[in-house]
C-alpha cells in the first residue's frame, strides 16, 4: 500500500524562529495538501498544492510540490506561540480520491 | 457560508449499543470523507461517499460499521454493538468535488 512519511515527528524551537517540515511518498501524488490541528478540534485547511513544482505561500507559510511528485515540504517563518499545534500533510493520486495522511509534526514554541 | 457541521461533538455509549454520527457538508458540497483519529496518532480514512454512493470503503472495517449519504440530510457513520477499541474521534471532510477537501470539528466517541 501507499506510505506517506511525515518528519520530524516533533519540533521544540524559540518564537522567532522557523520551522520546517516534510513528506514523502512512495506513490505519486496530484495533490499535496498541509492542515493544522489545535487539540479537540478538526484539521484546519492551510495550503493546498496542485503541480508539480508548485511554490505557494500563505502569510507566514510557504508549501511547495515536489518535482519528483511525491514529496512536499512546509516552511512557517518566524514562529509565534499560536503556531502551536500538530501540522499534518495529505496527498491525493487522484483528484477525488481518499486523502492520505502523514502521522503529523507537531510544533512546541516557546517565549 | 457555514462550515462543515458534525453532531454530537461528544457521544458516549455502552459497550454493545449503537453510535450514530452525522455530517453536513459543507453547502454545494456531494463529496462527503469520513477518518478516524485514535489520540496522538493521525487521521486513518475510512469511506468516501458521494450522494446516494458509497465510492471507496477501503478502510471501513468489515462488520459493525456502515456509511451512507442519503439524497436529501446528512451523512451518517454508523457503529453497531460498540466496543472499547472503537472510542475515537470521528471527522468528517466534505469536497465539492475538486481537490480541497474541509474537515468538521468531529465527534469524540467514548465506550464505557
Known amino acids: 500500500g501507499q506510505q506517506l512519511n511525515q518528519s520530524p515527528q516533533s519540533m521544540f524551537i524559540q518564537e522567532g524562529e522557523d520551522v520546517s517540515m516534510n513528506c514523502t511518498s512512495s506513490s505519486i501524488f496530484n495533490t499535496w495538501l498541509w492542515y493544522k490541528q489545535d487539540p479537540g478540534e478538526g484539521p484546519v485547511l492551510l495550503i493546498a498544492l496542485y503541480k508539480a513544482g508548485e511554490l505557494t505561500s500563505n502569510g507566514r507559510l510557504t508549501a511547495q510540490f515536489g518535482i519528483t511528485r511525491k514529496d512536499s515540504f512546509l516552511n512557517i ?32 514554541v516557546t517565549p | 457560508n457555514a462550515g462543515v457541521m458534525q453532531n454530537p461533538r461528544h457521544l458516549v455509549r455502552r459497550r454493545g449499543q449503537e453510535a450514530r454520527l452525522r455530517c453536513s457538508p459543507m453547502k454545494g458540497h456531494s463529496h462527503v470523507y469520513w477518518y478516524r483519529q485514535l489520540p496522538e496518532e493521525g487521521l486513518k480514512f475510512m469511506v468516501y461517499l458521494q450522494k446516494e454512493n458509497i465510492i ?3 478502510g471501513m472495517p468489515k462488520e459493525r460499521f456502515s456509511a451512507e449519504f442519503p439524497k436529501e440530510g446528512p451523512s451518517i457513520l454508523r457503529i453497531q454493538q460498540v466496543v472499547r477499541g472503537d472510542s475515537a474521534a470521528y471527522f468528517c471532510a466534505s469536497s465539492p468535488g475538486n481537490y480541497e477537501a474541509f474537515f468538521g470539528q468531529g465527534t469524540r466517541l467514548t465506550v464505557v
Open chain 1, 77 to 108: 517563518s518566524a514562529s509565534i506561540p499560536s503556531d502551536v499545534g500538530i501540522y499534518f500533510c495529505a496527498g491525493r493520486t487522484d483528484s477525488w480520491g481518499k486523502l492520505q495522511f502523514g502521522a503529523g509534526t507537531q510544533v512546541v
Open chain 2, 56 to 58: 471507496d470503503e477501503s
